[in-house]
């Protein structure tokens, strides 16, 4: 007997974003993700609470697939932070910061969403095409004829993630490795289009960073008693190969649901073991040399098989199977060591990040300033623009002029505080006036201060606090003024220590931000079904 | 599902209070001398006797984020080296404190993370100095010294007692004799030994006439640090079983070191004496592990013949067989394989005494059930029965017969099994005069198919003519008499066959409680010397290298107010923060925190050996090293002039009628900085985390009480 119950009516919420409950956990998340930015963020441990391993990690990607978030709005802001953190690996902090200041800003300036939306494209427009355009004074194009520029991407995102625990050596080892991990997945000749190969990360445990490793092919593990039987390897020609991804193990793959009947005196098992034995004298009679399965094979056949001198290799693991079968690109191992479990997932999280970064970087061949510079150098460079040529916005939109300044202010300050955001021990930020960069002071500086003794380099790295400039805290207020504009080559070839972050990916950052910024921002009802 | 996230350092920083108090509960078992603990179960009442880290946090609840964090730090160091678990424990309570004490005291995270992981870093730099080669130790084998020889002065379990002393030499460091008592400290059987400490409040050294060690002269020498280092692959289900058995090149390299006061090579070249300085006081242990490698050279010289292949202690090939009730003297070193098989098998083992048998090797269980990983059986095959013939015979009767039918057919008298067998035919076998040994470590196991020849399968079916092995022999073991071992019931038999490398050490306890402690400190002993013999060099030990280590950190700390940016430049990760340029104002704070964390790790090791009376007096005395070792201008060199006093023998009628040479005493090497490693990553990877985020955690699972400073997403 079914009984039939009225559906429950969906519940309507308008304004959400008006809600008290939002707001707070707005600030909660925000707080969480801007206490973990940068190369001294603070570490989260994400946990189940049941037992079970405990995740230390400052990282969005570690993060933000462990966040099961409840409220629709929270939903949406993390969802499409983690769609960019698939997609492009890095920056997803900075994305997800600034989309959080964005809708904070926003707020506070009391504009009418379909203003702001209008408005915030506008600046990310200016934003999009200063930075691809010749004069970015915040990109530098990257010389592959030398590793620096790459080798300074590769150490500023190992720098970024604190809980990989690493000492500056070993930092500077590990940058090291990843890059070259990287380049022996460049092919050597390459026609019309550079496919790029794999780099498989392989655990260690026990040893030190410094012990970590790039091998060029893949590594497989086998028992040594099976190694010893097999060694010295006399054969010179190629080994033929077979690779199984099937079970081999002999069991009844799947019987289906019901019950299946057999006559007294059949063995299943053995009709199984007895086909296994069969694919065995093929592969005797094909001459393989090598088997390979993904899962078990059955020890009867093992045996067969070693008594016919063919290695036989099983339980290799899904991981393994995609570069097997195409073991003839270009492929390297990266054996990564570190010390305990938690520092060790953080560190391949790291790895795999790095490398995604420089393939990124392959492909449109520029970097970006880090350290905050960035940042404050586009905040100063969009004030400048709205400030002195906002004809050119304001005749396409009919908004008055005291909205693009209120809105230019909420998207510059938003900008602003993603690189405030660095700072994580009371420390005073400023900008300059020439450069627009990003630089920290010790917040209990005497108030009459030599600022060039207090302040050593600015956040990227690339100017010294000795030139003649002129600084302003970042909170305060300040005349806009035209940030310096085409990076001189020179400036930038010298340095061997920049930071520097993933052009690719930031660009994505920022505009996955502005969007998920106006789409929350433009939110009127929240419709839940309560079935 | 809700998410929980609790802040966790607003005012106090929990996670370091946290780790504190855990790593308390382990302080006594700092040092040579450890006191058990009986940790007790309330709600069944039952008890257990420990005394070392592995088996205190096996017994505790760590639970909470940070108390995994900690056993996953302790676990990962005791998989990988077997030894440095108390050191590790003691110093994450040491340096959580030291943090916390920086924290109080101003310095931002960043400058203590930074300013401590380089602080260590240099640490370590500077301890080269007192690393000492090990050279060719097995050369002099032959001879007739060994340790068991010279080993008339220890057999008590607890050696260190501590009595006053009347006499004694007055030492030019012995900074208070007369405000208190001096102390030696004494073997039960009232004999001095010495205590495993650099430092002694009295040296109760006796003349050198002994011939046991070659006349020996000091040196610093330290060697280049080399980098051969175990390694094992995780997610393996092979390269985890047994140790990598890469023979270490000797290192060659040789640094003078500088301003060195003594112009004399420290080295060692003798296996007993490498032995007693690593036995750190356990005596019986070290005993057993000296016998040990001597059988293994002994066999691997037989079965090398004039080959000159280095000998390599193999310590994947020693197992240790625990008799509990059996009296402490009874433990001993045999070659072969030595198990205890229940009473029933007494008729069989006479039938088989006497001639040779033949072996086969299960991989897996012999059971009719059994099929190997990764096999999934399918749960609804129903066979059905054509005729109404009815089945005489289960199947497991079926199965037995076959095994039956299998091992006659080979002529095997000998079944190992390295997993469970079936009761049943371990019944019929006795009556076929077939003797089947389950639960058989896979080490035995391969050395047996090593020496006799045998291929492991899994299943019976497997088994035809070339995987059975030759030549074993099968016999009673009679080393312990009749009358002890028929009172615990069992009888105790040798499987051995010609060339098997394979040593059993028999270790026997009248108390069952203390048998898994003598196993853990059997298995010490012996990791000891196998690190040693690997890294092939080893560090002055008792208390020298942390000595040096606060020493040298109290200079650091100390110089960079002088030398100030020069000295720390590029000890930040972000060279352009603030932080780079306010370093050298905090750095003194955070190193000589730094420091006070070695300072607690020696008080408390001369408090635990009993050398000092409190840990104030122990503070104090090692104030005054601190002060003397300044005072010289370079501390190293102080280090190994104190040594050098030690060793170049002072006698003290008054103690003893004998004249006793006093050892070295000797520390392994990479364990042991890994320990301190990994004390310090999960200290400021604790110290850097400010939120716990709890993941699937409803509102109703938590109670209220523990909302509190909980926010929900």
């Given amino acids: 007997m079914s009984r039939l119950e009225a559906k429950k009516p969906s519940l309507c919420k308008s304004e959400p974003l008006t809600s008290e409950r939002v707001r707070a956990t707005l600030c909660v998340l925000k707080g969480i993700l801007t206490s973990s930015y940068g190369p001294s963020g603070r570490l989260k441990q994400v946990h189940s609470g049941f037992g079970g391993c405990v995740c230390t990690t400052s990282q969005s990607s570690a993060l933000l697939s462990n966040l099961p978030v409840t409220h629709p709005i929270l939903k949406i802001l993390t969802t499409s932070m983690q769609n960019h953190v698939s997609c492009f690996r890095d920056c997803g902090l900075f994305t997800a910061i600034l989309c959080c200041n964005l809708i904070e800003n926003v707020q506070r300036t009391g504009l009418t969403p379909t203003t702001v939306t209008k408005l915030n494209q506008h600046l990310l427009s200016l934003c999009t095409s200063y930075l691809k355009s010749e004069s970015c004074g915040c990109r530098i194009l990257v010389d592959f004829s030398s590793p620096q520029t790459l080798l300074c991407l590769v150490r500023s995102i190992v720098t970024s993630k604190p809980a990989c625990m690493l000492t500056r050596e070993e930092r500077d080892h590990l940058s090291a490795l990843i890059l070259r991990a990287f380049l022996l997945t460049i092919p050597e000749n390459t026609k019309d289009r550079l496919i790029l190969g794999n780099s498989i990360i392989v655990p260690l445990k026990g040893q030190r960073v410094l012990d970590s490793s790039v091998l060029p092919g893949i590594l497989i593990e086998m028992s040594e008693i099976q190694l010893m039987k097999i060694l010295p390897i006399k054969k010179s020609e190629a080994f033929k190969v077979a690779l199984f991804c099937a079970s081999l193990s002999g069991d009844l793959s799947d019987t289906g649901e019901g019950t299946m009947v057999v006559t007294y005196g059949v063995s299943l098992e053995n009709a199984v073991l007895e086909q296994l034995l069969s694919l065995g004298r093929q592969l005797v009679s094909d001459h393989v040399d090598l088997v390979v399965c993904q899962k078990v094979i059955h020890p009867s056949l093992k045996q067969f098989l070693s008594m016919h001198r063919v290695i036989a290799i099983d339980r290799v693991g899904v991981a393994l199977m995609e570069p097997l079968s195409k073991v003839t690109a270009t492929i390297c191992s990266l054996l990564l060591c570190n010390r305990n479990d938690t520092a060790w997932d953080e560190l391949k999280l790291t790895c795999q990040t790095a490398l995604h970064v420089l393939q990124l970087t392959i492909k449109e061949p520029c970097v970006l300033l880090g350290g905050g510079c960035t940042e404050t150098h586009l905040a100063a460079y969009i004030r400048h623009k709205t400030c002195n040529e906002p004809e050119s916005i304001l005749k396409d939109d009919g908004c008055t002029q005291t909205e693009l300044q209120l809105s230019t202010e909420a998207f510059c300050s938003a900008l602003e505080s993603v690189a405030g955001s660095l700072e994580h021990d009371g420390g005073e930020v400023l900008t300059d006036m020439k450069y627009g960069h990003f630089w920290s002071a010790h917040a209990e500086a005497p108030s009459i201060v030599n600022w060039p003794d207090l302040l050593s380099r600015c956040g990227c790295g690339l100017y010294n606090s000795q030139e003649e400039l002129h600084w302003s805290f970042l909170k305060s207020t300040r005349h806009p003024f035209v940030p310096q504009t085409y990076l001189p080559h020179e400036a930038t070839g010298s340095a061997d220590n920049l930071t520097l972050d993933c052009f690719t990916a930031k660009l994505s950052g920022l505009q996955v931000a502005v969007e998920t910024a106006n789409l929350i921002l433009d939110l009127s009802y929240v419709i839940e079904d309560k079935n | ?713």
Wanted: net charge negative; charged share 15%.
């Fill in chain 2, 1 to 713: 599902m809700v998410m929980a996230c609790r802040v966790i350092n607003k005012r106090r920083h929990m996670g370091l209070q946290q780790l504190s108090s855990f790593a308390g509960t382990g302080r006594t078992f700092l040092g040579p001398v450890k006191s058990s603990k009986f940790i007790i179960d309330e709600e069944c009442h039952e008890s257990v006797l420990i005394s070392s880290t592995i088996r205190l946090l096996e017994s505790l609840d760590l639970t909470s984020a940070v108390g995994q964090l900690l056993n996953e730090a302790v676990q990962a160091q005791n998989n990988t080296y077997k030894t440095g678990t108390s050191t590790l424990l003691f110093l994450v309570g040491a340096w959580s404190s030291a943090a916390e004490e920086c924290l109080h005291l101003g310095v931002p995270i960043s400058v203590i993370v930074s300013v401590m992981s380089e602080g260590l870093n240099s640490c370590i730099k500077e301890v080269v100095s007192l690393q000492v080669p090990i050279y060719n130790v097995f050369d002099h084998l032959d001879s007739t010294k060994t340790f068991s020889g010279l080993e008339t002065f220890n057999i008590s379990l607890c050696p260190f007692l501590q009595i006053p002393s009347d006499t004694g030499l007055q030492k030019e460091h012995d900074l208070n004799d007369v405000a208190s008592p001096s102390l030696t400290t004494y073997s039960l059987s009232g004999i001095p030994v010495k205590s495993p400490k650099l430092f002694r409040r009295q040296t109760e050294v006796e003349a050198d006439k002994n011939t046991l060690q070659n006349p020996q002269t000091l040196k610093n020498s330290l060697l280049a640090s080399s980098h051969y280092r175990k390694s094992i692959l995780i997610h393996s289900r092979h390269f985890n079983r047994t140790a990598n058995n890469q023979w270490i090149n000797k290192p060659d390299g040789f640094l003078e070191q500088h301003g060195a006061a003594t112009p004399n090579t420290y080295r060692c070249n003798d296996l007993v004496e490498l032995e007693m300085g690593l036995s750190h006081g356990d005596h019986n242990s070290m005993k057993l592990v000296d016998e040990a490698v001597r059988l293994q050279y002994q066999n691997a010289s037989i079965q090398q013949g004039n080959c000159t292949m280095p000998f390599r202690f193999d310590i994947s090939r020693i197992f240790t067989c625990c008799l509990p009730g059996v009296p402490e003297t009874f433990s001993c070193v045999c070659p072969g394989f030595i198990t205890v098989v229940s009473i029933s098998n007494t008729t069989l083992i006479k039938e088989l005494e006497n001639q040779p048998v033949r072996v086969i090797l299960i991989e897996g269980d012999l059971t009719e059930n059994y099929r190997h990983l990764g096999f999934n059986k399918a749960t609804n095959i129903n066979t059905l029965l054509e005729s109404m013939k009815i089945q005489q015979n289960s199947s497991e009767e079926v199965w037995t017969n076959y095994v039956l039918q299998v091992l006659i057919k080979f002529n095997v008298n000998l079944v190992l099994v390295q997993g469970n067998v079936s009761e049943h035919l371990i019944e019929r076998c006795i009556h076929s005069k077939q003797l089947v040994i389950g639960s058989v470590n896979s080490t035995v196991m391969q050395a047996f198919a090593e020496a006799s020849g045998a291929v492991q399968v899994t299943y019976i079916t497997q088994v035809n003519e070339n995987c059975v092995g030759n030549g074993i022999y099968v016999a009673f073991w009679r080393s312990i008499p009749s009358d002890v071992i028929d009172r615990i019931n069992v009888i105790t038999i040798v499987i051995k066959t010609e060339g098997i490398n394979l040593v059993t050490v028999v270790l026997t306890s009248p108390v069952t409680a203390q048998m898994q402690t003598k196993e853990d400190r059997f298995w010490t002993c012996a990791y000891r010397l196998y690190h040693a013999l690997r890294e092939q060099k080893v560090f002055l030990g008792g208390g020298a290298v942390e000595f040096l280590c606060l020493s040298h950190l109290q200079i650091l700390a100390g110089q960079s107010l002088s030398k100030r940016n020069h000295v720390c430049s590029g000890w930040l990760h972000n060279t352009s923060s603030w932080l780079a340029s306010s370093l050298a104002l905090y750095r003194p704070t955070v190193l000589n925190c730094l420091a006070n964390g070695w300072h607690r790790y020696l008080s408390t090791l001369m408090y635990n050996t009993a050398s000092c009376s409190s840990e104030f007096e122990a503070s104090t005395f090692i104030q005054q090293h601190l002060q003397n070792a300044r005072d010289s201008g370079s501390p190293s060199s102080y280090i190994l002039n104190e040594y050098n006093k030690l060793n170049s023998g002072i006698f003290n009628p008054s103690i003893s009628n004998k004249l006793e040479q006093i050892p070295s005493i000797y520390d392994i090497i990479i364990p042991k900085i890994e320990a301190w490693r990994r004390a310090l990553d999960l200290v400021l990877l604790v110290l850097q985390t400010d939120s716990e985020i709890i993941t699937g955690l409803g509102h109703t699972q938590l109670n209220s009480h523990e909302t509190e400073g909980f926010l929900f997403l």
